[in-house]
């Protein structure tokens, strides 16, 4: 346990460090969000001569933001069918917000984000992983993920689309009429 306080102080003081200079920043606003995540991919173990599994599912994903501009903790449950069998999955996930893209004049158009996730399945799965993705008007995600499951001894290969299903909280303007 001992050897995990330093690293865990200096990713501390980098989070506090990042926050602190992005202060000015739209996306990750405070608040929390829900997402309809439609996965799509494939499960292999990359050694078998047996043929890569289809997977897909869907699932809920409400995410919290707990340093805006930079960080959202949140949780994924939902379905996927792999190996001809339907299975339930549950798990913690974290988004941080990598950079973004937007114009001058208009603002932010999107963000990258990276993700770490860990789900358990109701078919023995058991896996944690990461992925890359992007977060577009505020409205919709796209990305690609990877999770190793250490108990099936596979790897779960994913892309995934998601819209947001909660409404997002407007700013009343003060000097409007």
């Known amino acids: ?24 920043d739209t996306e ?7 997402n309809l995540k439609l996965t799509n991919g494939a499960v292999t173990n990359f050694s078998s001569t047996a043929p890569d599994a289809y997977t897909g599912g869907l699932s809920l994903n409400p995410q919290v933001t707990v340093v ?5 903790l949140g949780a994924n449950l939902g379905a996927a069918y ?16 990598l950079t973004e893209f937007g114009t001058k004049n208009f603002g ?12 358990w399945g109701t078919n023995r799965q ?17 990305g690609i993920t990877a999770q190793r499951d250490y108990k099936l001894n596979n790897w779960w290969l ?5 819209i947001r299903l909660n409404k997002q909280k407007q700013d009343t303007d003060k000097y409007a009429r």
Do not use: D, Y
């Not at 792999?82 to 917000?97: Q, Y």
């Not at 994913?158 to 998601?162: G, L």
């Open 126 to 142: 058991q896996m944690i992983g990461g992925g890359l993705g992007f977060e577009i008007l505020s409205l919709a995600h796209i």
């Open 158 to 162: 994913q892309s995934f689309i998601a």
């Open 28 to 34: 990750f606003t405070k608040g929390w969000l829900l």
């Open 68 to 72: 805006p501009g930079l960080l959202r």
């Open 82 to 97: 792999a190996h001809k069998k339907m299975s339930g999955l549950l798990g913690p996930m974290v988004a941080l917000k």
């Open 108 to 119: 932010t158009l999107a963000n990258m984000h990276l993700i770490a996730e860990a789900n």
């Open 1 to 24: 346990m001992e050897t995990l306080r330093k690293p865990f102080l200096l990713l501390l003081v980098f989070v506090a460090g990042i926050a602190n200079a992005q202060q000015q």
